[in-house]
């Protein structure tokens, strides 16, 4: 809190009709009560807890369902008709992905939000959907896992958060967008949405052409170390990524031999020697716990974090010092969950979440209304209008304000010729600059297109007061930085204000800013190591398990444009800034929610069980024909699995009644593995999955990130946007999940050369002319091309 009383919540006042079918929209639905919005649930067909939400008996699944249906009122399920006379009395509707709900006919006051798994525009469109099968086609579980496999998928339910927060970001963006006279029409690919979490593997390939592989639990090539690593009591996270890095943990651990090995001196050096690095990290780490390493790495400025349990996540001292959880009651009592994390200030979102209530059906606005909705055509991109001032770097911060330029928002960003975005290259030899290599960074110009570059000294007065006329005409701010510096250039929050009193600024960080462990060095991987995510992936016996190099970072760029634009909303209704304070961490901590609950509600039930979940039997990725081939299913039910042993030739279980029920399945589960993995082992994976599809089974191949620019799936889909760059050349983007009127959003220029745009921008915002722009580049105010102060990453 900044020392204000807090306002109403951000979106009180506001009336959303959710139509059930699926747990994306139910997310959706839930992060906009819990940003205060008065959301009614309800479904077209069958009972709203079982549209897709809960899949099973089982008491895990229903505490699930009445986590996303917090803080709702519940509807009667109701027709078409009924649904589209009711919608007109509402300012968003969104439509469930399973839902079979005609979202045109419908027409809110300001907008509906159409979720699907696949886009209704692309090609595998009325493909069963399912997280494994969402995740199997990103790409992402074919790098996680042993080398010989199989590939570990991620927890569940992560594809359908992804989905519900990208669906979130749609809403609010409309909420910001000019008024119109129609309602727009906003569709959100669950799927499309999940490619977020690939973009970086995927301009990877682009850049070095090498196919991506699994190099074994917590491997990540080139990178070392990167990993999970046991201590005398607990597990620690560590990512090393500069020669920096590597000195102060040698220093930290007392690993003098490996500090004065020039053999270990890079990255790619220490991947080469990983088994040797380990087994030097894990003798030194025995000697302290994990608390007491993770307060050295704190000291030392080392990414270094406590992997926490799931008693640790509820015992944690910074998720209880910054109220990262929530409690939820339940039939049989109360449990903790984790809290929807915008980070917002003045308008914090609740800690205690209110059952649903069942409420009757309200009436609907005129039909005069409804008529006058309709007569509008089309719209303008929903951020057009909105200014955002971003210092941010890497992935997270710069993808939050990557998501505002593709939503058509002005979007300056700004660097320094001492400090590039650290996307641009690590070792700034001579030669690097001279030829330009900065300009050549694949993963950079996918985060930044549509974004105006301007380079600027902060560190200079001339340079903060430049920063500050550029902050007097913007509506926000994004910023990424290390605890501190953004007040070091005297450019934190109290000093924003001063100049622009109702300036929304949303701080990214590992923990957030303001606590113990604020200071925290931290990378993507960091991320997920201290959310505790990894202790609850792979298999017991084997380490706590990442499912990505960097995951954080794309989750929590997510979960920051989420928390920015919920506060921009805010301010367009009241008239009020705020500081958003993002921890991201507390943005993975949403994944966590699933094993949570279990560990709540069954403490002695096995939380880790590879590719398996208790909601489906079979469940898991299994062999295919050709080397390093594989597949993904799920049965959801009976009738599903009845198909399914039509396929393996397995007409006795068809006929035995103990293999009807969950329970009986998964008393069976190696059994009914062992048949699919014979059935699946010769055929290609994409011709098994389409023979299931065919008998209503979701199964999927498990794809590679590198397949996924060529896959003609997503061409057909119109998802890749194609831009030519100076230096660089061209580049295939993945563009936004998001449509609108049927048209994809998605900026279209591309990212800035070092201060492109610097006396453009300068000029347009901040009133620069053109001598006194030339003055300030002789000042070395404005740098043009890079002088760094020292190596970067």
């Not at 042993?146 to 927890?155: S, T």
């Not at 929530?326 to 049989?332: D, I, W």
């Not at 209530?357 to 008529?371: E, F, G, I, L």
Request: with cysteine; proline share 7%.
């Amino acid at each position: 809190m900044t020392g204000a009383t807090p306002q109403r919540a951000a979106l009180a006042g506001l009336r959303v009709l959710e139509i059930g079918g699926g747990a994306a929209a139910a997310y959706c639905g839930r992060l906009l009560a819990d940003a205060g919005a008065e959301v009614c649930s309800t479904a077209l067909r069958e009972p709203l807890r079982l549209a897709g939400i809960v899949r099973a008996d089982d008491p895990v699944e229903h505490a699930y369902g009445h986590w996303l249906a917090a803080g709702k009122a519940l509807l009667p399920t109701m027709g078409q008709d009924a649904l589209q006379a009711l919608s007109r009395g509402f300012d968003l509707v969104l439509v469930g992905e399973v839902s079979q709900c005609d979202a045109g006919a419908l027409q809110p006051r300001v907008a509906s939000v159409d979720l699907s798994w696949f886009g209704r525009w692309d090609p595998r469109h009325g493909w069963p959907g399912s997280d494994l099968v969402v995740q199997a086609l990103n790409g992402m579980p074919q790098m996680v896992g042993k080398e010989d496999g199989p590939p570990l998928a991620n927890g569940d339910r992560q594809a359908t958060m992804v989905g519900g927060v990208t669906a979130y970001i749609a809403a609010c963006a409309a909420l910001l967008a000019e008024p119109a006279g129609a309602p727009r029409r906003l569709e959100v690919s669950i799927a499309e949405a999940n490619l977020v979490l690939a973009e970086m593997h995927m301009y990877f390939f682009q850049r070095d052409g090498q196919p991506m592989r699994r190099w074994g639990i917590n491997r990540f090539a080139p990178n070392s170390p990167v990993g999970i690593y046991p201590c005398r009591e607990g597990w620690v996270g560590i990512t090393v990524a500069t020669p920096d890095q590597w000195r102060a943990l040698c220093e930290a651990l007392d690993l003098r031999a490996m500090a004065a090995d020039e053999g270990l001196a890079t990255r790619e050096l220490r991947f080469g020697r990983l088994d040797e690095v380990e087994r030097g990290l894990c003798a030194a780490l025995a000697r302290r716990t994990a608390t007491e390493w993770a307060a050295v790495g704190r000291e030392y400025r080392v990414p270094i974090v406590v992997v926490p349990d799931a008693e640790g996540i509820l015992q944690h001292p910074v998720f209880g010092a910054r109220a990262s959880m929530s409690r939820l009651a339940l039939p049989g009592g109360a449990v903790q969950v984790p809290r929807t994390p915008f980070g917002l200030t003045e308008t914090p979102v609740p800690n205690a979440l209110a059952p649903a209530r069942a409420v009757a059906a309200d009436h609907p606005a005129s039909q005069a209304q409804a008529d006058a909705a309709a007569s509008a055509g089309a719209h303008t991109p929903p951020l057009q209008g909105i200014t955002l001032v971003d210092f941010s770097m890497g992935w997270a911060g710069p993808l939050a304000a990557r998501l505002l330029a593709d939503l058509g928002a002005t979007v300056v960003k700004i660097e320094a010729a001492r400090y590039p975005d650290w996307w641009r290259g690590m070792n700034w030899t001579p030669e690097f600059i001279a030829e330009r290599g900065y300009e050549l960074s694949s993963i950079f110009c996918g985060m930044n297109r549509g974004k105006q570059g301007v380079s600027i000294d902060l560190t200079t007065p001339a340079g903060r007061q430049i920063a500050l006329d550029l902050v007097r005409g913007a509506d926000a701010v994004v910023e990424n930085q290390a605890a501190g510096v953004m007040a070091k250039f005297g450019l934190d929050y109290p000093q924003l204000r001063e100049v622009r009193p109702d300036v929304v600024m949303a701080s990214m960080s590992c923990f957030g800013t303001g606590n113990a462990w604020s200071g925290t060095r931290a990378y993507g991987s960091t991320l997920e190591q201290g959310s505790g995510l990894p202790s609850f992936t792979g298999t017991p016996g084997t380490a706590p398990t990442m499912t990505h190099l960097a995951h954080g970072d794309p989750v929590g760029g997510l979960y920051g444009c989420a928390g920015l634009l919920t506060a921009l909303v805010h301010r367009r209704r009241h008239g009020q800034g705020q500081y958003v304070n993002i921890s991201m961490v507390e943005a993975m901590l949403q994944f966590t929610t699933p094993a949570l609950l279990a560990h709540q509600l069954a403490p002695t039930a096995p939380l880790r069980r590879g590719n398996r979940r208790g909601h489906a039997v079979p469940h898991g990725i299994y062999p295919a024909a050709g080397d390093d081939q594989w597949l993904a299913l799920e049965v959801a039910d009976a009738q599903g699995f009845a198909a399914l042993c039509q396929l393996l030739g397995r007409s006795d279980w068809v006929r035995d009644p103990t293999l009807r029920t969950l329970a009986g399945r998964r008393a069976h589960e190696d059994a009914i593995d062992a048949a699919i993995a014979a059935w699946s082992r010769p055929q290609a994976p994409a011709a098994a999955a389409a023979a299931l599809r065919a008998a209503g089974i979701a199964a999927a191949p498990v794809l590679r990130a590198d397949e996924l620019e060529a896959d003609p799936d997503l061409a057909g889909a119109d998802l890749f946007i194609d831009l030519e760059r100076a230096v660089s050349g061209p580049q295939r983007q993945v563009g936004p999940a998001i449509r609108q009127d049927g048209q994809r959003l998605g900026a279209h220029s591309p990212a800035p050369l070092l201060g492109e745009h610097s006396q453009a921008a300068l000029q347009a915002h901040a009133g620069i002319g053109a001598a006194r722009f030339d003055a300030l580049v002789a000042e070395g105010v404005i740098g043009l091309s890079p002088k760094p102060a020292r190596n970067l990453v």
